[in-house]
């Protein structure tokens, strides 16, 4: 498969995900590390892709979301932005809410799936 229909496909299937160097129990970078403090400060679960680990991700997400740096944070398919970005609105109560309305919608989605 193709990496950009393998990101593509990575941001349609996960509500809330983050690129980041490392994993959220172990992240390689201080700016991965307070993008994953601001999310998992906002109690619902999210996916995450470890760039060290997939270096065509590295080197291709920056182009497709037209954003140069790691961490990158996509919230319901949009691209939120970098560990500032999270953090500030994370201290604003922004963060929080954009989380809370994707999972909730992606919940709706999914039982109207299931029923």
Do not use: H
């Not at 700016?31 to 999210?46: H, N």
């Not at 560990?83 to 909730?104: P, R, T, W």
Request: proline residues 5%; negative net charge; aromatic residues 8%.
């Amino acid at each position: 498969m193709d990496i950009i229909e393998t990101i593509k496909e990575q941001i349609a299937n996960n509500t809330i995900l983050l690129y980041m160097k490392g994993s959220p129990n172990a992240p390689q970078c201080g700016f991965s590390a307070k993008a994953v403090q601001a999310v998992m400060g906002c109690g619902e679960k999210f996916a995450y892709v470890d760039i060290l680990q997939n270096p065509e991700i590295r080197a291709n997400l920056p182009k497709y979301a037209n954003w140069p740096t790691f961490p990158q944070l996509w919230v319901g398919g949009e691209l939120i932005g970098g560990s500032d970005i999270v953090a500030e609105m994370f201290e604003n109560g922004e963060l929080q809410a954009a989380i809370k309305q994707a999972a909730e919608a992606a919940a709706t989605a999914k039982s109207q799936a299931d029923a």
